[in-house]
């Protein structure tokens, strides 16, 4: 298990706490909606965080154990000090160097949506049919594995940028607990396949 994923189960272990929490308070007649919105949230924004700790963590791994780096790493565009940063530095602080290089390229970069998981991929990881062995590493489809993943992003997308509201009705849409348990096991799902074909 790579280092990024360590970090992932520690994240999603939050989007549980918040089922949790919303059972609770449902059970009490409290209305806990953003209980299970929060799912939505946070589930994507831990699988957005795994995979820019793991172009990170496996960037530098091949790149201090003098691994080929893939074609997409090696067309990155670096700012102009960081590439003399890495030519100047001694054998150890070039490592550093690149790691911050890495960093800085991943760091406002998102990795929500199915097409920017497999873009992001591409800096570690050089199979060309990326969803098509996620989607058989967690026994579906390329396309159902990629739209579902699509519609969690997408709902989450709708409760951060407009509160979750219906912009036609003017009403919130519908929370249900299912949903926001089938969200939190296919995001896991993804995040276990990726890590176990790229570590």
């Known amino acids: 298990m790579t280092a990024a994923k360590h970090n992932f189960d520690t994240h999603i272990k939050q989007c549980n706490e918040a089922i949790q929490v919303y059972e609770y308070l449902d059970g009490k007649g409290y209305t806990a909606d ?3 919105r929060y799912v939505w949230v946070a589930s994507i924004s831990a699988m957005d965080h795994f995979v ?3 172009v990170i963590e496996k960037a530098i791994e091949q790149y201090a154990n ?4 893939t074609p997409k790493m090696l067309n990155e565009g670096i700012p102009f000090d960081a590439a003399l ?5 001694s054998s150890t602080q070039t490592v550093v160097e690149f790691k911050n290089a890495v960093e800085n390229m991943v760091r406002y970069r998102t990795f929500q949506k199915a097409d920017d998981v497999a873009d992001g991929l591409a800096f570690v990881w050089g199979q060309k ?5 996620i989607s058989e590493a967690i026994g579906t489809t390329s396309e159902s594995a990629k739209g579902v993943l699509n519609g969690i992003a997408y709902r ?9 509201y219906n912009s036609a009705t003017g009403a919130l849409y519908d929370c249900s607990l299912q949903d926001a348990k089938r969200a939190i096991s296919h995001v896991s799902a993804v995040v276990g396949a990726i890590d176990g074909l790229v570590s």
């Open 52 to 54: 820019s700790e793991l």
């Open 129 to 133: 049919n990326k969803w098509k062995k």
């Open 156 to 164: 989450r997308d709708v409760i951060v940028h407009n509160a979750d």
């Open 85 to 89: 940063k890495i030519k100047n530095a």
């Open 66 to 69: 003098g691994l080929p780096l």
């Open 34 to 36: 953003f209980g299970l």
